[in-house]
């Protein structure tokens, strides 16, 4: 219901309305003089007064001048200055009684300024944080930056290094650690003699725990096997396991059986022969009847009846030729026999024995048309010049590829593509390098090469195939064969026998063994005295040399053996070069990581002399 009120103030006439009903503070009309009551909240009200009349106060109830003036009513209304909607960006005009402000914006959430044309700048559309950073708005136009973990700074601008996974020392026992998918783990490259994720393990087949040349083999619970040859067994195959094969003896004409290695050897008496002593020796020369009596290429001269004479070739002295007269350059040291030259001792020096192509003192001479010794390529960077046919081929040094390496590999970039095959992982190393860690069956620098499958035709002649704990295969021989597949007849050097004076003969590494009885001694049991030397019973096996002094002996051993008689094989289980009919031993000086040391004593590169 609406009521209608006249007065006069100031001689105007005035019409207000009054509206029941609403809770609000303008329901008792406070506002004078015809001004407009404006609804702030339940409590606050702006009295907007009429812009054509002199009026001011919080209710349109004061004069602006004390001119007294006669007002008349005028018909058309002033515009409201909230009619243009002066406020931006959906804010709301509210009218207040400032002539000078006659309204304000109240602006909406995370927009500000005198008429809400500001925006703030995390919905302007480019967000102020950087680097997947979240922009959280504040008042006024305020904002901050929640950063991911890598980042920092007012608008996550600073990249945070990240500690280095290596950075806790994980590998164990000198292990290098390499840090592996941009810092998210880590691989251990363990020294020799340890293993494990953290070379947290100890090879317990570095001693060489094994015997009678069984094959040892490291398994998961730290311990390990050994895989034994046929003629043994035992967890170090230290037991044969045949029947004594000299019960009965199958020797004759009163011969003595010998078990040797798991099998039956007959020292035949004077004029027999054979390999039971069975077939009678009609030639008195002594020397066709040993033919093993001179060592080393020694010659023998029969002198009449039962006695001989060696004639020993350089190098060599004693009466079967078996004592060495010099220092053997090539076991001491190493000669620089180039491009596979193969290493004599010759006196007290050395020859080198240069192969097919090369010539000079140390087969450093090509006499061919070598394009690496006339100077062309220029292989750049340290590159080495390798001759391949009539052609040749650069090999770099690391971070550096490219035909004459004259290309420099980008740091961090080595594995990118990854130059490791059939599924390697490929390693950054820290100087500009890399290494393929290949997986089981596979092997070469690049992992490019396929390990013929573990089956039983993967060794010759009857030996045992077995998996070594890095993936790579080894064969366990049988009696009388050797090489790594067992390709090779084992030379058995007790046949005929070489011991005189019913000295017993062992066949060892490229040699055999005499122990002698008393008086007798010498390599073949041949010398008579009464002066007794701790060398007299040979104590140095396989191939080893012994000196006295006083009544200490020295063994000094061959490549591949170690031990205070020479008797702990340290060759490896696998060798890539076929020393037949030496054997593969692994070179102390690093490169190349294997030799061959072969029957002349001589130490080759690649293979031995048949």
């Not at 000078?100 to 909406?108: F, G, H, K, V």
Request: proline letters at 8%; aromatic letters at 8%; hydrophobic letters at 25%.
């Amino acid at each position: 219901m609406h009521y209608a009120f006249c007065f006069f103030v100031f001689n105007v006439l005035w019409t207000t309305t009054i509206v029941h009903g609403q809770v609000n503070p303008c329901v008792s009309n406070p506002c004078k003089n015809g001004a407009t009551c404006q609804n702030i909240n339940s409590v606050e009200y702006n009295c907007i007064c009429p812009p054509q009349f002199p009026l001011q106060g919080k209710h349109c109830d004061q004069l602006i001048t004390t001119t007294t003036t006669t007002m008349r009513p005028i018909v058309t209304a002033a515009p409201s200055p909230c009619a243009s909607s002066p406020c931006l960006n959906s804010g709301t005009c509210i009218l207040q009684a400032d002539i000078n402000n006659p309204y304000r914006c109240a602006c909406t959430q995370y927009t500000y300024g005198t008429r809400c044309e500001n925006v703030n700048r995390c919905f302007t559309g480019a967000s102020p944080c950087l680097n997947n950073g979240i922009c959280i708005p504040g008042a006024n136009g305020a904002y901050t930056c929640a950063c991911t973990p890598q980042y920092t700074g007012s608008t996550c601008e600073t990249l945070i290094q990240p500690i280095s996974i290596c950075a806790s020392q994980p590998c164990t026992n000198g292990g290098t650690c390499l840090s592996l998918n941009d810092n998210a783990a880590y691989f251990c490259n363990c020294p020799p003699g340890y293993s494990g994720s953290r070379c947290e393990l100890v090879n317990p087949c570095i001693n060489a725990p094994c015997y009678n040349d069984g094959t040892c083999v490291a398994i998961d619970t730290g311990g390990y096997e050994c895989i034994c040859r046929a003629a043994f067994t035992g967890s170090r195959c230290e037991t044969p396991n045949i029947a004594d094969v000299c019960s009965p003896s199958p020797c004759r004409n009163g011969a003595v059986c010998l078990t040797i290695n798991g099998a039956y050897y007959c020292n035949c008496p004077p004029s027999f022969t054979g390999r039971t002593c069975e077939q009678i020796i009609m030639e008195s020369n002594v020397c066709i009847t040993n033919p093993n009596l001179c060592i080393n290429g020694g010659t023998c001269v029969s002198t009449g009846g039962n006695t001989w004479t060696c004639q020993c070739p350089a190098g060599f002295t004693g009466v079967n030729c078996g004592t060495p007269n010099f220092a053997n350059t090539c076991l001491q040291g190493n000669p620089q026999c180039l491009n596979g030259g193969a290493c004599i001792p010759a006196g007290n020096t050395y020859v080198c024995s240069c192969p097919a192509g090369y010539t000079g003192v140390n087969c450093g001479t090509a006499n061919f048309g070598n394009t690496c010794l006339q100077g062309n390529p220029q292989c750049l960077n340290g590159g080495a010049c390798i001759l391949a046919g009539n052609n040749y081929q650069c090999s770099c040094l690391a971070g550096y590829v490219g035909q004459y390496c004259e290309t420099p590999v980008q740091v961090g970039t080595v594995c990118k593509p990854t130059p490791c095959k059939n599924g390697a992982i490929c390693i950054t190393l820290s100087n500009n390098d890399y290494s393929c860690q290949c997986p089981p069956q596979y092997n070469g620098r690049n992992c490019e090469f396929v390990i013929a499958t573990c089956s039983p035709s993967y060794c010759s002649n009857g030996g045992t195939c077995s998996t070594l704990s890095n993936g790579a295969y080894a064969c366990a021989c049988s009696p009388g064969f050797t090489g790594s597949r067992c390709e090779s007849f084992v030379t058995n050097y007790c046949s005929p026998q070489p011991c005189l004076n019913n000295g017993v003969c062992t066949s060892a590494a490229l040699t055999f063994e005499c122990r002698c009885s008393n008086p007798f001694r010498g390599k073949r049991c041949e010398e008579v005295t009464s002066v007794y030397s701790p060398c007299d019973s040979n104590p140095c096996k396989n191939a080893g040399t012994c000196t006295a002094s006083g009544n200490i002996y020295t063994c000094t051993c061959a490549p591949g053996y170690t031990g205070n008689t020479c008797e702990t094989s340290i060759r490896p289980a696998v060798c890539e070069l076929n020393c037949s009919p030496g054997y593969c031993f692994a070179n102390a000086a690093g490169s190349p990581a294997f030799a061959c040391f072969c029957r002349d004593n001589s130490i080759h590169l690649k293979s031995c002399p048949p």
